[in-house]
């Protein structure tokens, strides 16, 4: 989700793999046979996957391997700020869970610090009046919701808990060594057919079954699918839930930037980062040797390298341009189906137009961030007065009579006209256009991970839920996948009853 993964943000193919997660041949028969770690491995992406990926591989392959990161635009990915005033704010996945395990560990190795975090009322906007709202008194809010949505916000709450604690068991998995080829084993190791099922099933239909009232859907469900995924509530179920628990209070953020994350995983793993464009990938067999050669281009000019692992930490969707071309596959590979869904962000300087939201007077305004219903002629999902990702101690939010920064999140870059709408007046307006997360939609299937033996593709997680854990738990996968792969360790892979398993092991 752009606000918790964009975090990442970060999401016609492969006739052989168009049943997700089926691997093409042994993928142990072409390791190494004398036992020989290997010597380089390339991981194309320096987005949080890609940063995470680096780092993993490191921890489990020891010092003596060669990581070559391609990156063709910034370090970061879908984590990057924007400057307005000599501030930065963050254009792209700009929170985190408290539950996000793999991100607070990174946080603290790297010695980051957490971001202040500065209050502020957040309410739900119709197109024509402001339907809900938060207020200063926690117990009023309670009421309030009661009120009009009866159960429906207990129950929601304990549904996302639930999924949770169950998604929670990854750690501990990963803890021990496990691992897992395919999205689907990973989703059932945690949640059984469950979990799977909720990939494949709107998210309506699932609330709707529990009891969750129609109107609860439409005004408080659909608001933040909105903001989060840019899209409505017939997403896949567990997308919803990945989204729902990403709109808790208990979030953070790093100071000075998420980006900072990657930036320093990439130094912890003594990575080399190539500012390059990955244009093609080929396999190159030597005997009983399997290895890729990846041909790339850059400001220096084209150049080819050969490597025993590669990681592909991003997009292979045509919507998404990656530019990367399968050569030489038997049967071919090419682009994953699906499509990622655009989404702009725009950061604007200015004095918001707070008699939109019924509010003349912009003294009496009293939100910080407005979401939106799923509202014929409404051209924006979100608007939020933002920080800065530097805050000092004596940091305030700006008032709304005051020229404050601004997000904006909508389907489409906004014209004058709407910009006018929604801003009295303003001096700067900085549009970022993001292929920001999967087009979710139940026909298409979880893509794999395993591509070809010791080739993997990690953003299939992202067509299961797109956040920055999400793409930090498939990081520390696949490079436990890889190393157990490379070891013949098949007895890490896709076990079955692994709490059992981990409780007998203790």
């Known amino acids: 989700m752009l606000q918790a993964s964009m975090d990442g943000c970060q999401f016609a193919l492969i006739a052989v793999l168009l049943t997700a997660g089926s691997v ?23 987005g949080i996957g890609g940063s995470a990926t680096a780092h993993f591989l490191r921890q489990h392959f020891g010092p003596e391997v060669q990581v070559d990161v391609f990156e063709k635009g910034e370090v970061g990915g879908r984590l990057a700020t ?53 207020t200063d008194w926690y117990l009023l809010d309670l009421f309030r919701l009661w009120w009009r949505y009866g159960i429906s916000f207990i129950r929601l709450q304990m549904w996302v808990e639930e999924i949770m604690e169950k ?18 084993e990973l989703l059932d190791s945690l949640g059984g057919s469950g979990f799977i099922n909720m990939t494949r099933r709107p998210l309506s239909d699932s609330l709707l079954e529990l009891g969750v009232s129609q109107r609860f859907i439409d005004e408080v469900i659909a608001p933040i699918m909105r903001v989060n995924y840019g899209q409505n509530v017939s997403i896949p179920a567990f997308v919803g839930a990945v989204s729902l628990a990403g709109a808790q209070n208990n979030l953070w953020a ?64 045509a919507s998404v341009g990656s530019g990367l071309q399968f050569q030489d596959f038997a049967p071919p590979l090419d ?70 920064v601004y997000k904006v999140f909508s389907p489409q870059t906004l014209d004058k006209s709407q910009l006018k709408t929604l801003f009295r007046s303003y001096y700067s307006a900085q549009v970022t256009e993001w292929q920001a997360y999967p087009h979710y939609g139940s026909s298409q299937g979880l893509p794999p991970i395993e591509l070809h033996p010791n080739l993997y593709y990690l953003n299939g997680i992202e067509w299961a839920g797109s956040a920055m854990e999400m793409s930090s738990v498939a990081a520390k996968n696949i490079a436990l996948l890889a190393y157990h792969r490379w070891n013949k360790q098949s007895d890490m892979v896709d076990q079955k009853d692994l709490m059992h398993r981990i409780k007998t092991e203790l």
């Open 254 to 317: 790093v100071e000075g930037g998420n980006k900072h994350v990657c930036l320093g995983l990439l130094k912890m793993a003594n990575a080399n980062v190539l500012k390059a464009q990955v244009t093609s990938i080929s396999p190159v067999r030597s005997g009983d040797m399997l290895q890729y050669q990846l041909s790339y281009s850059s400001e220096s000019g084209a150049g080819s390298e050969l490597y025993d692992i590669v990681v592909l930490a991003t997009p292979l969707q």
């Open 82 to 134: 924007v400057t307005v005033n000599n501030n930065e704010y963050e254009s792209g996945g700009s929170i985190i869970h408290s539950l996000n395990l793999h991100m607070q560990e990174f946080v603290k190795q790297l010695g980051l610090k957490y971001r202040r975090n500065v209050a502020g009322k957040t309410a739900v906007f119709n197109g024509e009046e402001v339907i809900l709202e938060e």
């Open 335 to 404: 682009e994953l189906p699906g499509s990622y869904h655009g989404t702009v962000a725009t950061i604007v300087h200015g004095y918001l137009n707070t008699s939109l939201f019924g509010f003349p007077d912009p003294r009496l305004f009293p939100y910080a961030s407005v979401l939106t219903t799923e509202t014929d002629g409404l051209f924006f999902n979100s608007v939020a007065s933002v920080c800065p990702v530097n805050i000092s101690a004596g940091f305030r939010r700006k008032q709304p009579q005051e020229a404050g």
């Open 167 to 184: 998604f929670m068991r990854i750690y501990k998995y990963q803890a021990h060594g496990y691992t897992f080829s395919s999205v689907e």
């Open 24 to 46: 093409v041949g042994n993928p142990e028969t072409l390791a190494h046979e004398d036992g020989a770690p290997p010597s380089r491995i390339a991981v194309v992406g320096a």
